[in-house]
């Protein structure tokens, strides 16, 4: 009896021990955010339509309306207004920083209800770009490489039959690109796309005299100058950290310290520096460079080779 007893006490301790690391285990895995992380790709969402109205957020409920749990990231609203070019500059220079099965949403659209394509490009690298077919794209389809292009016509991926012809960012775009994140096969977006629409950048152009390039942008809200010119380009002119540069901007004669950063040189002090991105850009320590000498993109830069 004793021998029966003590087999029972022995049983009913182990499955304790047993309930007990179950529900340890259990916890522990809740609390491991690599077991609960999101398994779809993110979106991420560029546009041009400013913050003072509802577009955004009616394309970002269509979205979810679609793909619940989702992750929903922005670059920015603010793209000056139909610059297709500032987007594609912004496009470029964000999506490396992303991984494979990104899908990027860009809707900066002057060319929205024409003939213009809606598309969906997949590049090289495995990301997927939800945009218009106005040139947008160029710059990562050269870097990356194009594994294909789909229109968007099957309207199962759209809000539906009824769409606007000033919207396609709530009725095209938006639906679309959730499709994508909910892992859905890409090529029933629409039909096969074989040439895109492309850009085609001012390029800086050296010769025996200097650099000719342009101011194609600002660093808000800093009011910094940014332009085509590469920096490596521009250190073949022969200049060394510290010393002054004279420069032409919009035809008109600056004088600028080639230093490497901003407090190089005393608050309100212009400069010349390589931005982050490798390019040539003006600045004001601490102050507007744009707004103080009134200068806005684009306009004509000259860098002369340096006097020997």
Not at 72 to 82: C, E, L, R, Y
Not at 137 to 150: K, L, Q, S
Request: neutral net charge.
């Amino acid at each position: 009896m004793r021998s029966t007893r003590n087999q029972f006490l022995v049983a009913f301790f182990l499955l304790l021990v047993a309930a007990f690391a179950g529900h340890a285990q259990g916890a522990h895995q809740d609390q491991n955010p690599s077991k609960n992380a999101n398994p779809r790709p993110a979106i991420v969402f560029m546009t041009d339509f400013g913050v003072a109205n509802d577009a955004v957020a009616i394309c970002k409920a269509v979205i979810l309306g679609i793909v619940p749990d989702v992750r929903i990231m922005d670059i920015t609203h603010q793209v000056t207004p139909f610059s297709i070019e500032e987007a594609s500059r912004f496009l470029a220079g964000v999506s490396p920083y992303y991984p494979s099965g990104t899908v990027f949403l860009v809707v900066v659209d002057p060319g929205v209800g024409t003939s213009r394509k809606a598309i969906i490009v997949k590049t090289k690298k495995g990301q997927y770009f939800d945009l218009p077919d106005n040139g947008i794209i160029t710059p990562v389809a050269d870097r990356d490489g194009v594994e294909g292009v789909r229109e968007i016509t099957n309207t199962a991926w759209m809000i539906g039959d009824k769409v606007s012809s000033t919207f396609h960012g709530r009725d095209i775009f938006s639906p679309s690109a959730a499709h994508l994140a909910a892992g859905e096969d890409w090529t029933q977006a629409g039909p096969e796309v074989k040439d895109l629409v492309r850009l085609k950048p001012s390029v800086a152009i050296t010769d025996t005299k200097g650099i000719s390039g342009e101011v194609i942008g600002l660093d808000d809200p800093y009011g910094s100058l940014i332009t085509n010119i590469q920096g490596d380009d521009f250190k073949q002119l022969g200049y060394a950290i510290g010393e002054n540069v004279t420069v032409q901007i919009a035809n008109k004669p600056y004088k600028f310290p080639y230093v490497k950063t901003f407090m190089d040189v005393p608050v309100g002090q212009a400069l010349l520096y390589i931005d982050s991105r490798g390019r040539v850009g003006f600045a004001l320590n601490e102050r507007d460079f744009s707004k103080t000498y009134k200068i806005s993109p684009p306009v004509p830069v000259f860098i002369p080779h340096k006097s020997k």
